[in-house]
């Protein structure tokens, strides 16, 4: 439909606008989208069909590729492995976020500002830098190859984007809320987890999901925390598999394909709960 007394030249760089913005639209979801597809069809190949075609789909799918993984790896002791980890890091980084950034925007104290300001600054610092400070400290409380140990590594790492993320949530949030509840004779304690938990959930979600992918696939920190193989996680044990002679694209593709759908599901799951967090502006 035409606007009234719009020019041609301004109707023409509008459907060039939409033009533009569909082609780099389309670009950014194939970059996105084609290592999941590569690696996908990669896992149903068999090592002679990778070396002819790498990107065109499987001539003659196999599922010989996941029966060699269920036979090497104890699968499930993996995904347990991954699951607990992974759970036990976004609940506890949730929890201590929420609080610490509800301390930093609502709660008036002096040097508060300067808080915030050192957790984010933390996001800046390169991982390899402390791994050693990280692993003596760990090796120390006698965490190595503990749950716990990995645990508690996710919750700090993951502590200065939680409480970036909420923090920015929270701000929006009236104060007026704030002085009800006080009125109504609550603790902070209370009014985090009845009033300022409630209204945030699409930010706590977001966070979550953001920190769910992030903990899933990381490699270092189970690398230098969880070394032993029965307890290290699925995508340690999966990217690690090689040898001096050979590297079975193949094999290795099946792999990272079992450890992607977890993942995957709650993405799909989730994905309005992350799209309403990370686009949500104030409370109205």
């Given at each position: 439909?035409?606007?009234a007394?719009e020019?041609?030249?301004?109707r023409?760089?509008?459907r ?5 913005i ?5 670009f950014g979801a194939?970059v996105?989208?084609f290592p999941?597809y590569?690696?996908?069809?990669t896992?149903f190949k068999?090592q002679k ?6 990107f065109?789909p499987?001539?003659?799918?196999t599922l010989?590729?996941?029966?060699l ?15 607990v980890t992974t759970a036990g890091?976004?609940v506890?980084c949730?929890i201590?976020?929420?609080m610490v950034?509800?301390?930093v925007?609502?709660?008036?104290f ?5 808080v915030?300001a050192?957790?984010?600054?933390t996001?800046?610092i390169?991982f390899?830098t402390?791994?050693?400070p990280?692993y003596?400290?760990?090796l120390e409380l006698?965490?190595?190859?503990n749950y716990?140990?990995?645990?508690l590594a996710?919750?700090?790492f993951?502590l200065?984007?939680?409480v ?5 949530y ?7 809320i704030?002085e ?11 009014t985090i987890?009845r009033?300022m938990?409630p209204?945030?959930?699409p930010?706590?979600?977001?966070l979550?999901i953001i920190?769910s992918?992030?903990?899933?696939n990381?490699?270092?920190?189970p690398l230098l925390?969880?070394?032993a193989?029965?307890r290290?996680t699925l ?9 001096n ?6 094999i290795i593709s099946a ?5 992607m759908i977890?993942?995957l599901?709650?993405y ?10 990370m686009?949500?502006?104030a409370?109205?």
């Amino acid at each position: 439909m035409r606007r009234a007394g719009e020019a041609p030249a301004q109707r023409l760089r509008r459907r060039v606008s939409r033009v533009v913005i569909t082609i780099l639209l389309v670009f950014g979801a194939f970059v996105a989208l084609f290592p999941i597809y590569y690696t996908a069809a990669t896992a149903f190949k068999t090592q002679k069909d990778y070396a002819l075609s790498r990107f065109a789909p499987p001539r003659e799918p196999t599922l010989e590729n996941f029966r060699l993984q269920f036979r090497r790896f104890a699968v499930a002791r993996l995904i347990l492995n991954s699951v607990v980890t992974t759970a036990g890091g976004v609940v506890l980084c949730t929890i201590v976020a929420i609080m610490v950034a509800y301390a930093v925007t609502k709660v008036r104290f002096p040097g508060r500002n300067l808080v915030f300001a050192f957790l984010v600054g933390t996001l800046v610092i390169p991982f390899p830098t402390i791994m050693i400070p990280v692993y003596q400290t760990v090796l120390e409380l006698k965490l190595v190859d503990n749950y716990l140990g990995l645990i508690l590594a996710y919750a700090a790492f993951g502590l200065p984007l939680g409480v970036y993320l909420l923090g920015a949530y929270f701000r929006g949030i009236p104060d007026e809320i704030m002085e009800a509840a006080r009125m109504d004779g609550t603790s902070h304690w209370q009014t985090i987890w009845r009033v300022m938990f409630p209204i945030s959930r699409p930010g706590v979600a977001a966070l979550g999901i953001i920190n769910s992918v992030w903990m899933w696939n990381d490699l270092l920190l189970p690398l230098l925390i969880m070394p032993a193989a029965q307890r290290t996680t699925l995508m340690v044990a999966v990217t690690s598999q090689r040898n001096n002679l050979e590297v079975n694209i193949p094999i290795i593709s099946a792999g990272l394909t079992i450890a992607m759908i977890p993942i995957l599901l709650v993405y799909l799951l989730f994905q309005r709960q992350l799209i309403k967090g990370m686009t949500a502006g104030a409370v109205k």
